[in-house]
């Protein structure tokens, strides 16, 4: 009885700490529990990493285009309240998507919605390191490359989201 008590307890403080690193999909971090009970006491940022990029990549396909989905476009600094968690918005701002030029502004906007139309969820990158120009040349390229491609790429892309927000979480904690 004690045993379960403490790994129920367990499994609450992880789901607690790590419920939200991927955008708006708590089942990512519930299944890496189920698939590792008792991953987040010896765990390091990489190993998580890892453990959360498994169960992203074997999620069924139209599960992956969900999570992608609710991932929110880059907004240059003009998301409706609400629209973006506190994690996309502090992402955005470091990499100085709320300072965009009227022009820079009408770029990402058309951007957002060609993307979207072409490949069927948000262009997702992660702006960590990046400025506004570098995901400008990001955007452009990768709005070019064949639909399973890109979709790999986004994947890729939240994992390594998914990774800074482990860290910083891991950080903020020491």
């Known amino acids: ?8 307890a367990a ?7 790590f419920g939200a690193v991927v955008e708006h999909a708590p089942w990512v971090a519930e299944a890496v529990w189920e698939a590792n009970p008792g991953v987040a006491v010896d765990a390091d940022a990489q190993d998580l990493t890892e453990a959360f990029g498994r169960v992203i990549r074997s999620a069924d396909p139209n599960r992956q285009l969900e999570l992608l989905c609710a991932h929110p476009d880059l907004a240059c600094g003009l998301a409706a309240p609400g629209e973006l968690t506190e994690d996309s918005k502090n992402e955005q701002q470091s990499a100085g998507l709320d300072q965009c030029t009227p022009e820079e502004f009408l770029q990402f906007q058309e951007l957002n919605l060609a993307y979207k139309a072409r490949f069927g969820f948000p262009f997702i990158i992660a702006v960590r390191g990046l400025g506004r120009r570098e995901i400008l040349k990001n955007f452009r390229r990768r709005i070019e490359r064949p639909p399973d491609q890109e979709f790999t790429t986004a994947i890729e892309n939240v994992t390594r989201i ?5 860290e910083k979480i891991l950080d903020d904690n020491a």
């Open 11 to 17: 499994r609450l403080r992880f789901l607690a700490r």
């Open 1 to 8: 009885m004690n045993d379960v008590f403490h790994q129920t």
């Open 162 to 166: 998914v990774g800074f927000r482990i």
